[in-house]
């Protein structure tokens, strides 16, 4: 299982990113997808997910109407549309496949970095 995350960066206050996300190894139609992030010196945490079948989607407060989570199951890419930044939605931003029904494990990427600030 292989999940590298991209499209992390710079940007100034109100601005938009979209992040990327491109799987391997696994059945990647059959599992939720999820992004998770982590600023310094606090526990990582959950920003959004999307199931599997139908493509439904939820977020944490913080980022509704701001985010969106999508994925292209042909080319095994899950993203997330981020717009209205805030500094405070500075991090590293992690993709999170699975828990998978092959193993019952869950696999991370190695994140990619996002930082607001003017």
């Known amino acids: 299982v292989q999940l590298v995350e991209s499209g992390g960066g710079l940007v100034q206050p109100g601005g938009s990113l979209r992040l990327s996300c491109l799987a391997s190894?696994?059945?990647?139609?059959?599992?939720?997808m999820s992004w998770f992030r982590q600023a310094p010196g606090t526990k990582r945490e959950w920003v959004a997910a999307?199931?599997?079948?139908?493509?439904?989607?939820d977020y944490t407060d913080s980022v509704k109407g701001r985010f969106t989570i999508s994925r292209d199951n042909a080319e095994r890419l899950v993203y997330l549309q981020m717009n209205n930044l805030k500094p405070e939605d500075t991090g590293v931003y992690y993709c999170?496949?699975?828990?998978?029904?092959?193993?019952?494990?869950?696999?991370w990427g190695q994140g990619t970095q996002v930082t607001v600030s003017s």
């Open positions: 999307i199931t599997s079948v139908g493509g439904g989607t």
């Open positions: 190894g696994f059945n990647f139609k059959s599992s939720v």
């Open positions: 999170k496949a699975g828990p998978l029904r092959s193993d019952g494990r869950a696999y």
